[in-house]
């Protein structure tokens, strides 16, 4: 048992020094490029090579890909929405892996001080083993005195060694864990750089489907830049949001006639409702796995318990609450991470799409039956008004910083997107639409 004790505290303390040393050491002298040196960058720069040329034969594939959909909208559609899914579902994973990541580092700068704490105490121990393993009693009965020193080593050991043996012990069960620790930090490493090139290669392959999809809106409205252009002219002619949805229905074409096919919409799932009520069938997840549809799944009065977040996020203002400006939160404030992909949390047509006083990058969409939902925050948006956009398609992007008026007053350090739900013009607690699960999500 001593020996591997020893050798193991002999290598740590050895370490210590060593790292001690290489703390304080004076920078070497710039030295000669070896050939090994050499060898490596040419490694490196193949490796890059080979990166790249991967990268570019993605590209050409994913084009290939979206040639193929053509104008086919559902599968348009079908991509949107799994690749955004996608997308969400490893950038949860990167936090979680974050998280513990930050727990781990955490534990080794805890095991890293108490070892410092204690390095007088494993020098003692070195140098107590050391003696006990390598000098031997003095011999017995030669002098009165060398018998009188014998007895007192051979009492002075006996209750030395046992105590040492008990600290190494306690010692090397701690390197263990710290030797354990390190592999698992180094494996979390590995695991969240995987998934960020994964999260960056399904990014541009959602980038591409976005531009693809909004290539074939533009074609199916010529007017489109001119409605737009109109649009922002409306929303600095109004003060208030209510004010901007309004105006926006009445006055401009493709708001409208949004509008007009939301009614439309509203009635028809309403007769639905009421036939389903009639029968006991319900409505469930089920409804949204239609990709083709270009009305709601279901009436959204009838959506609650089964709305996804639109982005991931830690919710950090509720309903009802301060809103940081001595008013009442009339929605809900997720904190994001910069880049979030933010995607629709319902079916509905976009009735306005653009820069609005304090509140950024604004979207609003009407869902029928007298319901619109507004999302607010983002740095880009990616839809145009008049567009149907269906639960779980990607529709904005976040920034890097806060674009709210409200939260940047509060000095946040990461983008917020502000989500707010209205019924007739009055704005209505969002919870009870939200899916389960979504609701423990954004507990933190």
Same mark, same amino acid.
């Given at each position: 048992m001593r020996a591997p004790l020893l050798n193991l505290l002999l290598i740590t303390g050895l370490a210590g020094v060593s790292f001690a040393q290489a703390q304080t050491a004076t920078p070497p002298q710039t030295a000669a490029v070896s050939p090994d040196a050499i060898k490596q960058r040419e490694q490196e720069l193949e490796a890059a090579r080979a990166r790249q040329k991967s990268a570019e034969e993605a590209q050409a594939k994913l084009k290939a890909e979206i040639t193929a959909l053509g104008q086919d909208r559902t599968q348009l559609n079908q991509q949107l929405i799994d690749t955004a899914a996608n997308v969400r579902s490893v950038e949860t994973k990167i936090d979680e892996a974050e998280a513990r990541l930050r727990n781990l580092n955490g534990r080794e700068q805890q095991m890293r001080a108490s070892l410092d704490s204690r390095r007088a105490d494993i020098v003692e121990v070195l140098a107590a083993l050391q003696r006990a393993g390598r000098r031997t009693p003095p011999a017995l009965l030669v002098r009165p005195e060398d018998a009188l020193q014998s007895l007192r080593t051979a009492m002075l050991l006996g209750a030395v060694v046992p105590e040492l043996r008990g600290r190494a012990e306690a010692i090397a069960g701690e390197l263990g864990e710290l030797v354990a620790l390190r592999k698992n930090i180094a494996s979390e490493r590995d695991q969240l750089a995987l998934d960020?090139?994964? $999260?960056?290669?399904?990014?541009?392959?959602?980038?591409?489907?976005?531009?693809?999809?909004?290539?074939?809106?533009?074609?199916?409205?010529?007017?489109?830049?001119?409605?737009?252009?109109?649009?922002?002219?409306?929303?600095?002619?109004?003060?208030?949001?209510?004010g901007l949805i309004t105006k926006m229905e009445q006055d401009l074409q493709s708001a409208a006639k949004a509008a007009e096919k939301a009614a439309e919409a509203a009635k028809q799932a309403e007769a639905k409702a009421a036939a389903s009520a009639n029968t006991g069938a319900k409505s469930g997840p089920a409804a949204f796995k239609d990709r083709s549809r270009t009305t709601p799944a279901i009436a959204f009065a009838s959506a609650k318990g089964l709305l996804p977040l639109p982005v991931n996020g830690n919710k950090i203002r509720d309903f009802g609450g301060s809103d940081g400006v001595g008013g009442v939160q009339k929605g809900i404030s997720l904190a994001t991470k910069p880049g979030s992909q933010v995607t629709t949390p319902c079916d509905g047509w976009v009735v306005y799409a653009g820069p609005?006083?304090?509140?950024?990058?604004?979207?609003?969409?009407?869902?029928?039956?007298?319901?619109? $939902?507004?999302?607010?925050?983002?740095?880009?948006?990616? $839809?145009?008004?008049?567009?149907?956009?269906?639960?779980?398609?990607? $529709?904005?992007?976040?920034?890097?910083?806060?674009?709210?008026?409200?939260?940047?007053?509060?000095?946040?350090?990461?983008?917020?997107?502000?989500?707010?739900?209205?019924k007739d013009g009055t704005p209505i607690d969002p919870g009870p639409w939200w899916a389960a699960n979504e609701g423990e999500k954004v507990r933190g």
């Open positions: 960020r090139d994964r $999260v960056r290669n399904d990014q541009s392959r959602l980038t591409a489907l976005v531009d693809e999809r909004q290539r074939q809106q533009a074609a199916r409205e010529k007017d489109l830049d001119a409605e737009n252009s109109r649009a922002i002219m409306l929303s600095k002619q109004v003060g208030d949001l209510q609005f006083r304090s509140y950024g990058q604004l979207l609003i969409l009407n869902a029928g039956g007298g319901y619109h $939902v507004l999302i607010a925050g983002m740095e880009r948006i990616s $839809v145009n008004i008049g567009q149907f956009v269906l639960t779980g398609e990607p $529709v904005a992007t976040m920034g890097s910083t806060s674009q709210v008026a409200s939260i940047l007053a509060t000095n946040a350090s990461q983008p917020v997107l502000y989500v707010e739900f209205r």
